[in-house]
């Protein structure tokens, strides 16, 4: 918790800090834009007029995408706007957190288990314990443990691992179920503003006595933002668990592999005894 806690206040960090960014990339542009329309207009008084225009107009539509987003955002009623931007916030915080522990959990399992052949064809299990115990990972720490009870039988190593192997799949979804959580709150919240926007372009027709465009103009708007911005909330925080999903599968495959080898090496060990 305290490392979820962390990154939420680093993701808030850099929520602030991106906000005050484009804040200053827009008040240079409209800075920018000024300064050249003056030497536009000056330009138009001693030479051809409509020199300059094309490249002012581009960069007047490029410093309008944040403003845009900005704007779009504040329409968008900030009851309903403000709780699709947490989801977002703590729903990428767990995808980063999961991310980094995958990508720890993540060894050369070839490598670690030529190292545990070799030790064990020395006849030096205490030897294999420690190449496991000195290698980060789920891997490491199931042949750790089948290595553990290397003489007890075979039956009892298998038992071992794979219930161990049970316990260290659970570690590697650990906060998975929070994601998909956000997931499906995010264009939930963006279709309750929807479903309030509605009522309140009919709270208007009522109130006006009259059905124009101008009435319900406003309900309608807040209504197709808040959607907009949940279903690309949602569409976010999906790529990233498909992201984690698949790193989960590579790392139970060479967790199942890599026992397969262990009890093949103990099965020889066992032999040679």
């Not at 030479?47 to 002012?56: C, I, L, Q």
């Not at 929070?178 to 208007?204: E, K």
Request: with cysteine; hydrophobic share 50%; aromatic share 6%.
């Amino acid at each position: 918790m305290k490392k979820l806690f962390a990154i939420v206040a680093l993701m808030g960090v850099m929520t602030f800090g991106l906000t005050q960014s484009v804040n200053a990339q827009d008040e240079a542009a409209a800075s920018t834009e000024v300064v050249d329309s003056a030497a536009v207009d000056s330009a138009a008084v001693a030479e051809e007029p409509v020199a300059e225009e094309a490249p002012v107009v581009e960069e007047a539509e490029a410093g309008s995408f944040h403003k845009d987003i900005k704007t779009k955002f504040i329409e968008g009623d900030a009851s309903f706007m403000s709780l699709v931007a947490v989801a977002l916030v703590i729903g990428l915080a767990f995808c980063i957190e999961r991310i980094i522990y995958l990508s720890l959990a993540e060894v050369n399992t070839k490598k670690l288990m030529a190292k545990i052949e070799a030790a064990l064809a020395k006849g030096d299990v205490e030897g294999a314990k420690t190449v496991c115990r000195n290698t980060r990972g789920p891997v490491a720490s199931i042949c750790y443990q089948g290595l553990m009870r290397i003489d007890e039988g075979l039956d009892v190593v298998e038992r071992s691992v794979v219930s161990y192997g049970g316990v260290q799949s659970a570690y590697l979804e650990k906060g998975c179920s929070w994601i998909t959580l956000f997931i499906a709150m995010a264009p939930s919240l963006g279709f309750l503003g929807t479903v309030i926007g509605m009522v309140a372009s009919f709270d208007a027709i009522e109130a006006a006595g009259d059905i124009s465009p101008t009435v319900v103009a406003g309900g309608m708007k807040v209504a197709l933002i808040t959607t907009i911005f949940g279903i690309v909330v949602a569409l976010v925080l999906q790529v990233f668990y498909n992201y984690i999903l698949s790193k989960i599968e590579a790392l139970t495959a060479d967790m199942e592999d890599s026992s397969i080898t262990l009890l093949d090496l103990i099965m020889k060990y066992n032999l040679k005894k």
